[in-house]
């Protein structure tokens, strides 16, 4: 056991942390791109661009596709992510709610998953699980109580923050329960292809889709695109796929704090100390949920608490 530990591939020691930075700094950066678009035509524009970037590659790599019910599998999992999640989130961003309100709904993820996964994918959460993910709601709790100290969301976007909360829950339980490992090149192009087929039109029907081609939209774009669409999609789903739900859940819960130190500089939003004592605390709820048991309480299957 103890030589399997020490041979875990290098990408998936890095890979926690690479998320992390690359999807908490995307809260700021997507704020920023609706400011000079409407949401579903910056997601319709974002996907548009992942799918001209991702053809060429597949067409050169021709890697192995799924079969039909893993196909229809990914394009669930693309539709909760990419338009339930996302497109809620940006029309979200667009009404006025701030980076760092819309990281800390999100980051209650843990809480459903956790609520769920036992009857749905047959992962029990041990007592020290249980303990860090009630740490990191209470966490939460604290977090948005101090935002709320210097800002009054708005209460319409808050409300499809909720709703974006529960499609990402959704789509991560679904990956875990019905997912298998798929070529990622495979796997993106179906769900990009689903997130496109569904913002495009969305928007070209409810939207004006003028653009304001700025500098700052131009590189907000190129890293929705690559940095977030492209990698830490990737990341996800491969962490999903190798990791307990719940433990990899588990790390939204360090996404607001890190979203906030992005948004400070590229938004100018301030979090009060009060927040910052919030995400501490959701912190140490983190590293309970994500400590893993030693070698020998695995093999004889003895719990945590």
């Known amino acids: 056991m103890k030589e399997a530990m020490t041979h875990r591939p290098l990408w998936l020691i890095a890979a926690p942390v690479v998320f992390l930075i690359l999807w908490s700094a995307g809260f ?15 997601l319709a524009l974002r ?13 050169v790599m021709r890697p192995p596709m799924p079969s039909l019910r893993g196909a229809r599998d990914v394009a669930i999992v693309g539709f909760l992510i990419q338009v339930v999640y996302f497109g809620l989130c940006y029309v979200a961003f667009k009404s006025g709610v701030s980076a760092g309100a819309v990281a800390i709904v999100v980051c209650l993820q843990p809480i459903l998953v956790a609520l769920v996964a036992p009857r749905l994918v047959g ?13 990191g709601l209470l966490g939460a709790a604290l977090a948005i109580a101090g935002r709320s100290s210097i800002a009054v969301e708005n209460a319409f976007g808050v409300g499809l923050t909720v709703l974006a909360l529960f499609g990402i829950t959704a ?26 087929a569904f913002c495009v039109p969305a928007a070209l029907l409810t939207e004006n889709t003028a653009i304001d081609w700025a500098p700052e939209f131009l590189w907000s774009m190129a890293y929705l695109v690559i940095g977030n669409s492209l990698l830490a999609m990737s990341l996800l789903l491969a962490m999903i796929r190798v990791g307990e739900v719940a433990r990899v859940s588990s790390l939204f819960y360090l996404v607001p704090a890190l979203s906030a130190l ?4 590229l938004l100018g939003e301030v979090m009060p100390v009060l927040g910052w004592a919030g995400m501490a605390l959701a912190g140490l709820g983190v590293a ?11 093999i004889t299957g003895t719990d945590d608490t």
């Open 123 to 135: 992962e029990a959460v041990s007592g020290k699980g249980w303990l860090g993910l009630i740490l």
């Open 288 to 298: 309970l949920v994500a400590r893993r048991p030693s070698p020998a309480r695995r």
């Open 171 to 196: 789509g991560t339980l679904w990956e875990k329960r019905f997912g298998v490992s798929h070529h990622p090149v495979a796997s993106n192009l179906i769900q990009y292809a689903v997130g496109a």
């Open 28 to 42: 700021a950066v997507a704020k920023i791109a609706v400011a000079h678009a409407a949401p579903l035509t910056v």
């Open 262 to 265: 992005c948004a400070w500089p």
């Open 47 to 59: 996907y548009s661009m992942v799918l001209a970037l991702l053809i060429p590659v597949a067409l």
